[in-house]
């Protein structure tokens, strides 16, 4: 297989910086790559780990989320509608309903 154009010039600029360069500084130029690379690994790995993290993560529907905060509140919530459970959270949190209005009477806590 013939050398064409581009690969001359690959080569032509590899033997002018090991002319240009001396050849102790090689290794440490090699070496500052190698980090390079591994930080850039290591780095592509968290992100790719953080992101598979969120996607394994359980999404909940909005009854769900209801719920769950009913629970944190220590609301019961078993034979109760769901308008029944939301205006007892909205209760809780210092907001009043008014016939499918809500209003803030203070500032609800988090």
Known sequence: MAIHELEWLIIAVIV???ILW???KIPKIAKAIAEA???YEKAV???SEQLSSEE???H???DEKILEIAGEL???TEGRTREEIVKEILEKLGMQVEE???TVEGEATS
């Open 56 to 58: 394994g993560k359980e």
């Open 37 to 39: 690379k591994r930080e």
């Open 16 to 18: 002018t910086v090991l």
């Open 100 to 102: 499918g209005r809500e």
């Open 45 to 47: 790995a968290s992100l």
């Open 74 to 76: 220590g609301i019961r």
């Open 60 to 62: 909940l529907t909005g």
């Open 22 to 24: 001396d050849p102790g």
